[in-house]
DNA sequence: TTTGAATAATTGTAATACAAAAAATGGTTT
DNA sequence: AAACCATTTTTTGTATTACAATTATTCAAA
């Protein structure tokens, strides 16, 4: 009997397909076209865009298509609308940089470089306390597929694969964000996830080093030590040399 | 020459109305019932929700209407729609709790008390940093609008007025964020807001002592110290007396 | 100058029709 | 019986048209 074990698996953790299924609907590849425009400074803050019948044109798609386009942009901070005023780009301080399809949306516009760094300035503050949270809060269950996760990441680490070492370190950081049980950590699974498949971050340092690291935040969480969880992790994160964009 | 200062104010501002208009329109107000149906567990993750003739008849509206609801609640991560297979509620890890409407609609679901403490929890891991990060980057500027901004609140000290207070508490704290200059640190303002107009917080420390608090933070950023307006915001968030809800 | 009614431009909502996706069905073949 | 393939059926996706609601603009009147 053959197998195709990745669409066994997400039938079982209920998810459609992996990801937000990219682009596949017309309102949503508008959108991001749209967005990108606000995103550069091509369309500025302030500004009315064109009415939906002249951006109906331009994109050669329905109004219902249309519409639906600005109704996902509005609810992520970039426009908002009013009849006979027309849709207008709000300001970029309501826009929702923590949206995982707005981080999407900035592949190639900004300096790669500059906008990771300056998430690692967020992580940075962030996730060190996610651990001293996880190490008090985390579950028994939770507890039991931490160390299940680590022990992924040894084997891996024996002979090393590049991919697949991502693919686990990821999972093991939005379980930490999880076992805070803190509803406003959870979302950080997702952004640091779609911060790595966007701008594929790669860590420079393989194998025992960074084992160590994840090792030492793994035990203090175990322990409910959270002091020594929030160390692990800041030292874990200080390291500045790695997760570097991979470009140039 | 009468003048209407606050709708003056939001023209000059680029801004429609205050905030979010709330639910003027239609297809929010839908999206509203629908995301607290969620939020409260009514419908459960994973399940399929009924299709969209049968929603359009238990809300009275068309379809356009409900369809453009249902992309709202797709955009903050609540759902997730395929043909032929339905619409249905996707698992929790994957809300986005940070978006400041979803905040919005949690309003009288869970325990508020809670809900605001898991809130204090996130703050205080962010604002510090931010604080940190503020005192190295804010433009002049910014230093100039925070020096205005804290005038403001030694003045309402004096005569206290809670109103006046909270406004330009709020300011200061948003400015803050702002002047981090990194866009990951920006919707921590509206967060931060949202989270004080929904669930209405107030710092039961009036006056002198949280004035002063605010001018260690100041001082610092200002000096561009940032350690120094680092521990000063931590030792602003730990006081764990204030900023509880106010019902019950 | 101010007021107020008419106008016009734009988004908001509705209704209908058809297209596309994909599971479910059932019959055919191996 | 098992695998395969075309057919059917259900649901969301997109298009089109029509009208309602909102509100800036215009223009006339007081």
Redo the contacts between chains.
Sequence with gaps: MRIESKKVKDIM????SNI??SSRSL?VQVARSIARRILSGDLE??SIVPNEMTLCEQFGVSR?AL??AI??L????LL?S?PK?GT?V????????????MIEWMDGLSDAKV?CS??L??R???E???CA?AAIHATAEQRIELSEIFQKMVQITENFDQEAWTEVDLSFH?LIF?S?N??????F??ILTTMFKTFILHSSMHGAVCLNEHRLIYEAIMAGNSAAAKAASVDHLQSGKHRLPETE
Tied chains: 1, 2.
């Design positions: 953790n209920n998810n459609f937000s299924m309102h803050q302030g219902t519409r639906e109704k996902l509005t609810s992520k901070g908002t009013r005023i207008k709000v300001n970029r301080a309501y826009w929702n940089f923590l949206d995982p399809q906008f300056q998430f300035g967020l940075r503050a962030v060190p306390e996610a949270l939005r999880n805070t803190n509803d406003f950590y959870l979302p699974g997702n």
